[in-house]
C-alpha cells in the first residue's frame, strides 16, 4: 500500500490503516527554498499541485515548475479558501508557458467544460470516482467517466462546439461581478 508522505516522511502504517496516525508535526520549516531544492534535484517532471494564487504561480513557473494544478485540496484543508475556478484567469495568465491544470468540486460534465474554458489543459476527479470505486469497484469507476464523458459532448453540443479547443471563456461563459 502506498503511504502518505506530507512533511516529515516516516514508514509507518498504511494510508488504509485504522490505527493511522499522521505526522503534521510543525510546518513552518516549509517554504519556496524546498521546491528550489526539489527542483535542483529532481530532473524529471515537476508539478506543483495546490496553487491558488497568481503570485504563488508566477514563483512555481520561476523556480521551474513543469505544470500547476490550480486546487484547494477539495475544499478538505483550509476552510473558505477559493474556489479554484475563480483563481484560474490570474493563474493562467501568469503562467502561459506551462500547462495550468485544475481539480476539486469537479461533479459534472459542464464543471469540466467551465475549467477548460478558464483555460485548464487537464481537470482532475477524485471523490466522485473514489465513491463510484467504493459502490462498483472498476465497473462502478468506469461508469462515472462515462456519465462525465456523456455529460461533457452533450453540454459541448448544447453550447455549439465541436472541439475542446474551441472551448472560450469570453464566449461560452458569463462574468458574475
Ligand atoms: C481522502 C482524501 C485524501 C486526500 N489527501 C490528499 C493529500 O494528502 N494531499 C493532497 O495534495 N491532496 C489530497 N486530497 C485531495 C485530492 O488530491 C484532490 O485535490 C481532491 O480530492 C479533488 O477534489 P474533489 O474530490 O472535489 O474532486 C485528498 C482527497 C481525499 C478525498
Given amino acids: 500500500m502506498p503511504h502518505f508522505e506530507n512533511n516529515f516522511a516516516q514508514r509507518g502504517a498504511p494510508i488504509l490503516s485504522p490505527s493511522v496516525t499522521r505526522g503534521f508535526t510543525g510546518r513552518a520549516h516549509l517554504n519556496w527554498e524546498h521546491v528550489r531544492l526539489i527542483r535542483a534535484q529532481w530532473p524529471g517532471v515537476l508539478i506543483i499541485k495546490g496553487i491558488l494564487h497568481q503570485d504563488d504561480a508566477r514563483t512555481a513557473c520561476a523556480l521551474g515548475a513543469d505544470g500547476i494544478i490550480v486546487s484547494n485540496h477539495g475544499g478538505r484543508q483550509l476552510d473558505g479558501a477559493i474556489a479554484p475556478l475563480r483563481a484560474m484567469p490570474g493563474i493562467v495568465a501568469a503562467c502561459p508557458d506551462i500547462p495550468v491544470m485544475l481539480d476539486s468540486g469537479i461533479r459534472r460534465g459542464a ?39 456523456q455529460e461533457i459532448s452533450r453540454n459541448m453540443a448544447m453550447l455549439g462546439v465541436t472541439r475542446i479547443a474551441a472551448l472560450d471563456a469570453r464566449a461560452h461563459l458569463v462574468a458574475q461581478r
Fill in 111 to 149: 464543471d469540466v467544460l467551465k475549467a477548460l474554458a478558464l483555460g485548464a489543459r487537464f481537470v482532475f476527479v477524485g471523490r466522485p470516482f473514489a465513491y463510484a470505486a467504493a459502490v462498483g469497484g472498476q465497473a462502478g469507476a468506469e461508469h462515472a467517466a462515462g456519465l462525465l464523458q
